[in-house]
């Protein structure tokens, strides 16, 4: 007998009952309000091309390392789970049976937000009312599968059945936009934009930069063989992501370091790269600093928000990087110096109206100490919701304990999801909502705001603050 699955409607509200109800009529004003989804990981090719999920755990498992590590971290094997090896080698290719592994091991996702995102896109997305087990999974599989058979289950046709107002795709700096193209012919550009990443040219040390920095000159048309013209190159681009409606450029360095080099240093190491010499650890952290530095400045020149989110060790098994690739679940936090990182940057540029810079992270012991009080003084800054490791009821409400009182409400960029999973796309929006309500009843019920200024702020966290985090740029 299986057991049934439904969502209490009072699911990650506060479990005082006098603090509850307020926060249930706070919540009951900000269910409905469309999604603003300003950093995100879908890829623009399923947007243009508007072609049909494969299957359940195509959709639902392999692609998404929040489900697959998890499974990963108790002996399950990456084979076993369909995830691509990068020498062609043997994988499961059985999606029915890959769903089965996760059914089976449904208990491993118990008090993790990944079971959140799972149960709510089950029931809402899937209309699936049985829990996941080895005896439910077949059943449940061939639920999930005939919605996402349906016309009504592609790319194009969720934008209006999850009410998202604006996607952004994450796009490298090297890519030619063909899909965004495509996307703007078909009417859907002012709702899908891409937003630029240039991490890996400007990753000096990385294996593949040079080609990388190639590819970039022949996107752009501009000759990279030296300092000048990458930093042509790099200005080239971010037009044409301006022009195909791109709000702001992303970046996911591992320090926060924003320190600018000489100008002539900066180019001599340039030269010395490109011409095959292997750069220190050291020279390598301070080209990218210097190249946040610069993307400071170009903010300021084309209008486009500067994202910057460090602290991340990412594929921290070479193993399973040299065999699956990147991004697999191995991304670890570490320690992010923000006061003294972003200083040179803030010093030159935080109180320039033409910048505009959202810092994250996930390295939560900077909320209060640092990045608060930077998003609480500096007018360009703006702080970022918590992801990643901290997209979850507690480290959201964490958030908002640790920051709210010195950065305040209006100086927040208000959520993001921050996922590539795109049917956890509501779920995830829900569950902020939901804290979010949830810490303002607190506040209504400690008599410290009234219950209309705490609705007025759950909206604004939810709508209006993202609008403003992220505004169109006129060109």
């Not at 269910?31 to 990981?41: K, Y």
């Not at 991490?199 to 080609?211: L, N, S």
């Not at 670890?332 to 030159?348: K, T």
Request: aromatic share 10%; with cysteine; charged share 25%.
């Amino acid at each position: 007998m299986t057991t049934p699955l439904t969502l209490h409607p009072h699911r990650a509200l506060p479990a005082d009952p006098a603090v509850r109800d307020i926060a249930v009529r706070i919540y009951e004003q900000v269910a409905g309000l469309p999604l603003i989804s300003m950093h995100g990981h879908v890829e623009a090719q399923a947007f243009a091309e508007n072609t049909p999920f494969a299957d359940p755990a195509q959709l639902l498992i392999v692609p998404d390392h929040y489900v697959t590590r998890m499974l990963a971290s108790q002996g399950i094997s990456y084979d076993a789970l369909g995830l691509a090896r990068s020498d062609g080698g043997a994988v499961e290719t059985d999606s029915r049976k890959i769903w089965r592994t996760f059914c089976e091991n449904w208990k491993l996702y118990r008090g993790t937000p990944s079971r959140y995102w799972i149960e709510h896109e089950l029931v809402e997305v899937f209309d699936v009312h049985e829990m996941p087990s080895a005896e439910s999974a077949d059943r449940i599989y061939d639920q999930i599968a005939a919605v996402v058979a349906s016309d009504d289950f592609r790319p194009q046709q969720l934008l209006d059945r999850f009410d998202i107002e604006i996607i952004s795709t994450t796009d490298p700096a090297t890519s030619d936009l063909a899909f965004h193209a495509s996307i703007a012919e078909q009417g859907l550009g002012e709702r899908v934009v891409p937003t630029f990443r240039p991490d890996a040219v400007f990753q000096i040390g990385g294996p593949a930069w040079t080609r990388e920095v190639d590819d970039l000159a022949a996107v752009s048309g501009i000759d990279t063989g030296d300092f000048s013209g990458f930093l042509d190159a790099i200005r080239e681009r971010r037009r044409a992501f301006v022009a195909a409606g791109a709000r702001a450029s992303d970046h996911g360095h591992l320090r926060a370091d924003t320190t600018p080099m000489d100008p002539a240093d900066a180019a001599a190491l340039y030269a010395r790269v490109r011409a095959g010499e292997r750069p220190s650890r050291e020279e390598a952290f301070a080209f990218e600093a210097h190249m946040l530095f610069m993307t400071a400045e170009m903010s300021c020149e084309d209008g486009l928000v500067m994202q910057i989110h460090p602290g991340v060790l990412r594929d921290h098994h070479s193993g399973v990087l040299e065999t699956y690739g990147k991004d697999k679940g191995y991304d670890i936090p570490v320690p992010v110096d923000y006061a003294r990182g972003v200083q040179p940057m803030l010093d030159r540029f935080g109180r320039d109206p033409r910048f505009h810079c959202i810092l994250f992270t996930i390295d939560e012991t900077v909320y209060s100490r640092e990045l608060a009080p930077i998003a609480g003084t500096y007018p360009s800054v703006r702080l970022g919701a918590p992801w990643w490791f901290l997209d979850s009821p507690d480290g959201m409400r964490r958030f908002r304990e640790l920051a709210t009182e010195t950065a305040g409400f209006y100086n927040l960029s208000g959520f993001v999801d921050d996922t590539r999973a795109f049917a956890s796309i509501p779920a995830r929006h829900d569950l902020s909502r939901r804290v979010d309500a949830g810490y303002l009843a607190n506040l209504v019920a400690e008599h410290r705001l009234g219950e209309d200024e705490a609705t007025d702020v759950a909206i604004d966290l939810s709508t209006t603050l993202p609008r403003a985090a992220y505004p169109p740029i006129a060109h």
